[in-house]
């Protein structure tokens, strides 16, 4: 029978106000598999959720002697039964936990509990399978390898509305993928990595995905451009990048966004301003423009705080420019119990000052809390649905990998202002 939940290590432990995703994330974790956070941290070399915090903002390290173990470490941290939860610290022998042969990314205490399960598992094992291989290959992003450069639009922004209108305009991308599939990084990888090398069919679909993802990033805030109807060839455009963390801004580079520069082939000028209290120290940790940025060419910076005191601090002080376009990536205030701190203020922001905003959630649940939400405090939401530039790297939840996996960025809100009151709207079908 499984202990009391524990704690997370030291002082860190979630407040019904905190507005750190990535803490939730540990404690949620302890529900579902009791030990897991602290699995974690160990495998990581840390004593606690402050270290794990200070290594992604840059300020502490992570401590592997090589690749090898670095992976060994990793994937010990998917080690437990997934039918009981049970740790291999639950077993007196550790080895006890055998690793599902088809997917190699689920692993069972007994062939009871892999027998009794296989009835849930059998649904998702093809697709973790796929998770297993790009959880791997996405180490490659941060060697440089990817993502794959890619080539100018042949076709206006208007006319490319999903991703095989994009893919069409790359032509054969295999020229591009050979060497990285043949590159050194990869061979370190699977040498490393211990599990054996995919077929070559299978590294380049996984390639692909990874991909996806990075550039779903740019492609979505080009969508929020479009939908606001902002024209970037006329005037410079500023887009404010709310809620950012280190899944933005970790190893992030000035050229990351730089497919807008495809997407509008001679615009005005870009800049993308980066704000939320997880932004990571780097490259992009560079002060906002006042006004223009340069013609042509993605300019991004990074603010770190919540967006209500990045307003005061800079906007309103002529510090940084108006947005034009405010995206947030995986807001999560649906679920957030900090939201008076984290989040209200921003929303009422966006909303008392009219601008135009474009958020994403990774599946359908998520969205219709969100505009539940959004609607209670009676934003005007003008459309929702899928994202037609949603990943295609599917996202395992890691202490519950027999669900269906989301997709980052899967489905868009898009909303601007205050609802028109019924009063209103006769008022303006009387006028017209």
Not at 99 to 110: D, E, Q
Not at 175 to 193: A, C
Not at 213 to 239: A, C, H, K, W
Not at 360 to 373: A, G, K, P, R
């Amino acid at each position: 029978m499984a202990g009391p939940v524990p704690a997370l290590p030291g002082s860190f432990n979630p407040s019904a106000d905190s507005v750190y995703s990535d803490q939730f994330g540990f404690y949620t974790m302890d529900y579902k598999v009791p030990g897991l956070s602290k699995v974690i941290l160990d495998k990581l070399n840390m004593k606690d959720y402050k270290e794990y915090r200070e290594a992604l903002e840059g300020k502490g390290k992570v401590g592997f002697r090589s690749h090898k173990e670095m992976f060994q470490k990793l994937e010990e941290t998917f080690k437990f039964c997934a039918r009981c939860s049970k740790l291999p610290s639950d077993f007196a022998d550790p080895k006890a936990l055998k690793r599902c042969i088809k997917c190699l990314n689920v692993y069972y205490c007994s062939k009871e509990c892999q027998k009794t399960d296989w009835s849930l598992h059998k649904k998702f094992c093809k697709m973790l399978h796929k998770v297993s291989i790009d959880r791997l290959v996405e180490w490659l992003i941060h060697t440089g390898d990817l993502p794959f450069p890619t080539e100018a639009w042949s076709r206006p922004a208007k006319d490319v509305r999903c991703w095989n209108d994009w893919l069409s305009m790359q032509g054969d991308l295999m020229g591009r993928l050979e060497p990285i599939l043949s590159g050194q990084n990869m061979t370190d990888l699977w040498t490393n990595s211990c599990r054996p090398r995919p077929d070559e069919a299978e590294l380049q679909k996984s390639v692909w995905r990874v991909c996806s993802e990075f550039f779903s990033r740019s492609l979505t805030i080009g969508l929020g451009i479009q939908m606001s109807r902002l024209d970037p060839y006329s005037r410079p455009l500023t887009v404010h990048l709310v809620g950012a963390g280190h899944n933005e801004t970790l190893g992030a580079r000035t050229t990351d966004l730089d497919e807008l520069s495809h997407m509008f082939p001679g615009h005005q000028g870009l800049e993308v301003v980066m704000v939320g209290p997880e932004v990571v120290q780097g490259p992009i940790m560079r002060p906002p423009l006042r006004a223009f940025g340069p013609r042509g060419r993605v300019y991004i910076s990074a603010y770190k705080g919540l967006y209500h005191e990045f307003w005061e601090e800079k906007v309103e002080k002529g510090e940084a420019a108006k947005p034009d376009l405010v995206v947030g990536f995986h807001p999560g205030f649906h679920a957030s119990q900090g939201l008076g701190e984290g989040w209200l203020p921003t929303l009422l922001l966006l909303r008392d000052f009219n601008i135009p905003a474009l958020f994403t959630v990774f599946n359908d649940e998520e969205l219709q809390y969100s505009l539940q939400i959004l609607l209670e405090l009676e934003m005007d939401i003008k459309d929702s649905g899928p994202n037609p530039f949603s990943s295609q790297k599917p996202e395992q939840v890691q202490s519950s990998p027999n669900h269906s996996p989301s997709h980052c960025s899967a489905f868009y809100i898009y909303f601007q202002g205050l609802q028109e009151t019924q009063t209103e709207q006769e008022e303006t079908n009387t006028h017209s």
